[in-house]
Each structure stands twice: as structure tokens, then as C-alpha cells.
């Protein structure tokens, strides 16, 4: 079974690829390198003992997409390829509906044209926007709050519009809560460009002592401690999800939406002491005021996810900061080539 992973060297798409292998799928990806670096191949051939075939290609460029479905025969596609900050977004919309629509148009146009009708989409929690029903099914209406969320509420209802065209269609949406962690064999991980600006490759950072303190964005929500809550999940459970996702894709037709959570809230505090305990270091910190825009509480029902894909989150929070740690600690030592 031959599957196309776009964006498959970026931090979600590289543990998938992992997980895709060790299954004995035939793994091809294609990505433009925007926001990765190609010796991640070398390592997930190292994790794996297996090869994947690379295409340095932009989603932008039809061509580019056109000659991977030339030269396989691809039995359905994992879209990861997306610009992801939040921030960025709102400050450069332009650049987010060109890289998440366009890029998405040109995809599906080209699977439609080479007959493949098997896809999982990457969407996000974002699509909930400041829902107050928690812990939140599928079922809550979307309502994004930012550009890259609206982004990925476009792409969910695309997907829609095109299995209401042709039901010969099998999609799968995965709605992902806040991935962090880091392959355990230390080679695989988020390697942020720029500043980052979500919690776990910040603690990171104030831990290797890159950055000389986090900042704590408001402790007077309606929480057990004050602090936001948020349901983090382990990127390789994450990447598991996928498997069984594609699993299904083969024996189905349908849209299918799922929520991938570990249904488990921890607070900012709770992460914080955590991490400290596993890994022996400490988080200085300081409470500054709320950052705009931030939901008190977000945290999946993720029950669907487990009846219907027999998939459910693992690792606990000790094993994501203990590897986000040993992560960052390869990235520190020089272990991984640096990015270009
Ligand atoms: P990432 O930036 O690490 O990976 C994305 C990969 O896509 C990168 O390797 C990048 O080079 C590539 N890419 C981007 N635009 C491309 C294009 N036009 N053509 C070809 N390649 C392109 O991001 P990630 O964290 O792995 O996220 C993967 C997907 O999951 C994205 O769609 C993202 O929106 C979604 N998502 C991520 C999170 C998260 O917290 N990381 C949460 C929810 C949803
Ligand atoms: C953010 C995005 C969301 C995206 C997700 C994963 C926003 C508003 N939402 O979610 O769309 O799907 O990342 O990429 O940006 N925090 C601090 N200090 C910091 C950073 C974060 O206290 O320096 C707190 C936040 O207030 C929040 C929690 O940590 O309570 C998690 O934040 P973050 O990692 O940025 O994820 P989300 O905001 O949940």
C-alpha cells in the first residue's frame, strides 16, 4: 500500500512517517522544505530500517504534485503540509489562505484527476474557537477565531463539498488538540524556526537556559489553579492515530471527523511542575496578564476517535516532557544537523 505524505519531513508528518513504516506502508513524501530540513529523512530511515522516497516539491506548483502521481501509483494521501502559527497568521493572512487553500486546492485537483480518492486531512482543535462545551465532541459547531483557523475550517468544509459531489470519496478530517513530545529514540522532534510561540518548545528553551524565563499568560481563569488548560497529547500517539485513520480510509467510504485528545486537561502550572519533576531542572517563570485570544479550558471528548479507529492516547504527560527534554537536549548538543 503506497501513501503520499505532504509535509512529511515536518514535526507531525515525520513521526507519522515512523509510524507508517513500522506498519508496512510504502511511504512517499513531498514537501518544500519551508519549515524542515531533509536530514530528517536519514533520520526516520534510521528509526525504521526502511527508505522513503522524497520529493522536494511545492503544493503551490501543480507540476510538482502532477509528477509524484505520475511516477506511483498512490493508494491515498496524508495532507500535514500547512504554515501553522497562529500569530503569524493574523499578521499575514495573505500568506496562510495561499498556503493552506490554494495548496490544497491544487492537491485534491490533481487526486481527482489520477482517480485517488483517499485522503486525511490535518485540521485542529482551532476550528472550536472559544467553545465553552468541554469536554468537546465533534459534534460542537466550528468557529474559528483567527486566520489559521478559518483556514482549516475552509479545508474541513471543502472536504465536504467534495464527498457531497462524489461519494466515491474517503476522507478523514483529524482534529488534532496540542501535540508536544518528541520521538523517543531522541531523533525526531519540533525544531520551531524563529521564536516560538506554544508552551512546551518555550519550557524547553528556559530549561536549556536559551531563554531566561516563560512567561505564564494569566492565572485568573475559571481553573482548578487559574492557569489556561489545554489537552496535550504525545506526537506519537499522535502519529499512531494516523495509522489507524488510514486503516479505515482503505475500508470505507464517507467524511469522517475525529477528535485526537487524550480527553485529559492539565494546566499551564500543572505542565510546569511537571516537567520540572521529570526532568530534574527548573522553569522560572513569571504570571503576566492573559494573552488575547486564549480559551480558559480546551480538552477533547475523544470517544469517537476511540470506538471508531480503536485509537486512544497512551503516554502520559511524564513521558511528553521527558521527552520534549531529551529532545531539546539533542538539539542543544549539536547531536542533529542544525537548520539551514
Ligand atoms: P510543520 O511546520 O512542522 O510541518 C509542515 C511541513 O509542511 C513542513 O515540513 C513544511 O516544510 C511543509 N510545507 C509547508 N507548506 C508546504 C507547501 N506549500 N508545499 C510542500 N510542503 C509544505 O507542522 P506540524 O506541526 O507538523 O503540523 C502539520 C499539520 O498539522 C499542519 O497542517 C498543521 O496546521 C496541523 N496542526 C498542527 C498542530 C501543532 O500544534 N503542531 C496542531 C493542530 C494542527
Ligand atoms: C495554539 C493555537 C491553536 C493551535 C495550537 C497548536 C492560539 C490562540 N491557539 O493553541 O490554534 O492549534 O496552538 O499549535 O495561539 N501559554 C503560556 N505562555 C506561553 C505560551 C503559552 O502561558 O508563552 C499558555 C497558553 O495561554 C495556553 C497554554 O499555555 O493556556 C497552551 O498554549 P499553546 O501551546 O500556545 O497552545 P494553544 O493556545 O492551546
Redesign the pocket.
Known amino acids: 500500500m503506497k501513501v503520499l505524505v505532504t509535509g512529511g519531513l515536518g514535526y507531525i508528518g515525520s513521526h507519522t512517517c515512523v509510524e507508517l513504516l513500522q506498519n508496512n506502508y510504502e511511504v512517499i513524501v513531498i514537501d518544500n522544505l519551508s519549515n524542515s530540513e531533509v536530514s530528517v529523512i536519514t533520520r526516520i530511515e534510521k528509526i525504521t530500517n526502511k527508505k522513503i522516497t522524497f520529493y522536494k516539491g511545492d503544493l503551490l506548483n501543480k507540476f510538482d504534485i502532477q509528477q509524484v502521481f505520475q511516477q506511483n501509483e498512490i493508494d491515498a494521501v496524508l495532507h500535514f503540509a500547512a504554515s501553522?502559527s497562529?500569530?503569524e497568521s493574523v499578521k499575514n493572512p495573505v500568506k496562510y489562505y495561499k498556503n493552506n487553500i490554494s495548496s490544497m486546492v491544487n492537491l485534491l485537483e490533481v487526486m481527482e484527476d489520477f482517480n485517488v480518492k483517499k485522503f486525511i486531512f490535518s485540521s485542529?482543535?482551532?476550528v472550536y474557537g472559544s467553545t465553552t462545551q468541554q469536554p468537546i465532541s465533534e459534534l460542537v459547531d466550528t468557529q474559528a477565531?483567527?486566520p489559521?483557523?478559518q483556514t482549516k475550517v475552509i479545508g474541513e468544509d471543502f472536504l465536504n463539498d467534495l464527498y457531497i459531489s462524489d461519494n466515491e470519496w474517503s476522507i478523514v478530517v483529524l482534529r488534532?488538540f496540542?501535540?508536544i513530545g518528541a520521538h523517543e529514540s531522541g531523533l525526531l522532534g519540533e525544531q520551531p524556526n524563529g521564536t516560538p510561540?506554544?508552551?512546551?518548545p518555550?519550557i524547553t528553551q528556559v530549561a536549556s537556559k536559551k531563554r531566561r524565563l516563560?512567561?505564564?499568560?494569566?492565572n485568573d481563569y475559571n481553573t482548578t489553579d487559574g492557569?489556561?488548560?489545554?489537552d496535550y497529547i504525545h506526537v506519537v500517539d499522535l502519529a499512531k492515530g494516523h495509522v489507524s485513520a488510514v486503516q479505515k480510509l482503505l475500508l470505507t467510504h464517507g467524511l469522517h471527523t475525529y477528535n485526537l485528545g487524550t480527553g485529559e486537561g492539565y494546566s499551564?502550572l500543572e505542565?510546569i511542575n511537571t516537567f520540572e519533576k521529570v526532568n530534574n531542572v527548573n522553569i522560572h517563570y513569571e504570571i503576566v496578564d492573559?494573552?488575547a485570544?486564549?480559551p480558559a479550558v480546551?480538552f477533547a471528548n475523544p470517544a469517537k476517535a476511540k470506538e471508531e479507529l480503536e485509537w486512544s492516547a497512551e503516554r502520559t504527560l511524564e513521558d511528553m516532557c521527558r521527552d520534549s527534554w531529551q529532545w531539546e537536549k539533542a538539539l542543544e548538543n549539536n547531536i542533529l544537523p542544525s537548520r539551514k
Open positions: 501553522k497562529v500569530n485542529s482543535a482551532a477565531m483567527n489559521y483557523g488534532y496540542n501535540p510561540n506554544n508552551l512546551m518555550l516563560l512567561y505564564v499568560f494569566g492557569t489556561g488548560v489545554r499551564v505542565i492573559r494573552r485570544g486564549d480546551c
